[in-house]
């Protein structure tokens, strides 16, 4: 079992980092503004689902190989980018009829299972974030207190826990101050285009990561 300590600074790390803006907070408040907050939530779920396949490839030692290999590494990443930049201008091309179809059927199983699966391999093919499990996690894990694998999955269900409630608190801020936007149907072309910008960002933001 961790020491509660050693627990206490975790939680605080991890809602520290959590709060610090970056790619999935860019994410989930892109996909609020174009969605509303359900497609918010689906976000971050999809995110934190990609967390616990860190956590349990890191557990398992698949993360050290990747993080070890420059080609596995690189692979990982451009697979990452090319499908952040093909999102990206897919939600700019979309047609005016689409939008309003797209509008029709957003509260459907496949339109829920789209945003989260979106963000689930985003999350998982940012390598990225393999890095940042081995070099975070284990500062805060103590053989001596028992299995070191049963730690590590502690850890990265907290830090996927976490991540759903902060930015479940963005989803709520960015919906209530982006209200009339979201439901304004003649602003919905120009919010899937600022969707499809920001993935391209993202995606090349991730093509330009580096190993170190």
């Known amino acids: 079992m961790i020491d509660p300590t050693r627990l206490i600074t975790y939680l605080t790390a991890v809602i520290a980092l959590i709060s610090t803006p970056g790619p999935g907070q860019t994410l989930v408040v892109t996909q609020s503004i174009a969605g509303g907050h359900k497609a918010g939530i689906l976000t971050s779920l999809g995110l934190s689902a990609g967390t616990l396949v860190h956590t349990s490839a890191a557990t398992l030692g698949l993360s050290t190989i990747v993080a070890e290999s420059a080609i596995a590494f690189t692979v990982i990443k451009y697979f990452g980018a090319i499908y952040l930049v093909y999102l990206g201008v897919k939600a700019i091309l979309v047609q005016e009829d689409r939008l309003s179809e797209s509008r029709v059927t957003l509260a459907t199983l496949t339109e829920n299972r789209r945003i989260f699966t979106t963000a689930l391999v985003i999350s998982v093919l940012n390598p990225k974030e393999i890095l940042f499990f081995l070099a975070f996690l284990p500062q805060f894990i103590d053989p001596s207190k028992g299995s070191v694998a049963l730690q590590f999955l ?44 920001v993935f391209v960002g993202l995606g090349i933001h991730l093509a330009l990561a580096s190993q170190k």
Request: charged fraction near 10%; aromatic fraction near 12%.
């Open 154 to 197: 502690l850890l990265g269900f907290i830090l996927a826990v976490v991540g759903v409630i902060l930015e479940f608190l963005l989803i709520l801020a960015t919906c209530t101050f982006m209200r009339r936007l979201i439901q304004n149907t003649q602003f919905a072309a120009w919010r899937q285009r600022i969707t499809g910008i």
